[in-house]
T-cell receptor, first 116, second 113 residues
Framework: NAGVMQNPRHLVRRRGQEARLRCSPM?????VYWYRQLPEEGLKFMVY????????ESGMPKERFSAEFPKEGPSILRIQQVVRGDSAAYFC??????????????FGPGTRLLVL | AQSVTQLGSHVSVSEGALVLLRCNYSSSVPPYLFWYVQYPNQGLQLLLKYTSAATLVKGINGFEAEFKKSETSFHLTKPSAHMSDAAEYFCAVPNQAGTALIFGKGTTLSVSS
């Protein structure tokens, strides 16, 4: 059973460009979470999605960031007009169910975004 | 509000020595607690989780953690460190809605020969 897949693994963008990060959850998982890891910091929750629905986006910056999880295909985290402060590792996780506090989230290898 | 605090951003041990990584939690709901490990340039891997079934939880790679409600702690231990244990370790607790994990800032474990 393949794990959580993320691509690209590394992404370089110049200031003002758009970054699109993709996440394919584990087979059978319909819940996706995005986290950001800034240098010298732990992981910070960004958004939680189910198929075609955003359930909790309380950790998403109000501007330039958006996420989707369409009925078909991977989840996408989009960052418009990137700035240097967006440079970080972005991790996707998935779970088969949620709303259950003990549910394990399975993490992908991450996308490391560098903004020049 | 849910939170975890990891005491010590960096822990160094010798190979074969005891590993102790500290985590204290704050939770307004019955706590479920997780330890994840992150190797360089990789994603997070679940080491173990506490779900109230037993206070002593055994995980992968010889790690275990003990839930102590009176001390609000969930410290991670391993009797004998191995070079391959060098990594960053994160303690986490679900948020109040159960929709996300709240992570500590992490502890980097170094193992010397």
């Amino acid at each position: 059973n393949a794990g959580v897949m993320q691509n690209p693994r590394h992404l370089v963008r110049r200031r003002g460009q758009e970054a699109r990060l993709r996440c394919s959850p584990m087979k059978g998982h319909s819940h996706v979470y995005w986290y950001r890891q800034l240098p010298e910091e732990g992981l910070k929750f960004m958004v939680y999605l189910q198929k075609e629905n955003i359930i909790d986006e309380s950790g998403m910056p109000k501007e330039r960031f958006s996420a989707e999880f369409p009925k078909e295909g991977p989840s996408i985290l989009r960052i418009q007009q990137v700035v240097r402060g967006d440079s970080a590792a972005y991790f996707c996780a998935s779970s088969p169910t949620s709303g259950e506090y003990q549910e394990t989230q399975y993490f992908g290898p991450g996308t490391r975004l560098l903004v020049l | 509000a849910q939170s975890v605090t990891q005491l010590g951003s960096h822990v160094s041990v010798s190979e074969g020595a005891l590993v102790l990584l500290r985590c204290n939690y704050s939770s307004s709901v019955p706590p479920y607690l997780f330890w994840y490990v992150q190797y360089p340039n990789q994603g997070l891997q679940l080491l173990l989780k506490y779900t109230s079934a037993a206070t002593l939880v055994k995980g992968i790679n010889g790690f275990e953690a003990e839930f102590k409600k009176s001390e609000t702690s969930f410290h991670l231990t391993k009797p004998s460190a191995h070079m391959s244990d060098a990594a960053e370790y994160f303690c986490a607790v679900p948020n109040q809605a159960g929709t996300a994990l709240i992570f500590g800032k992490g502890t980097t474990l170094s193992v010397s020969s």
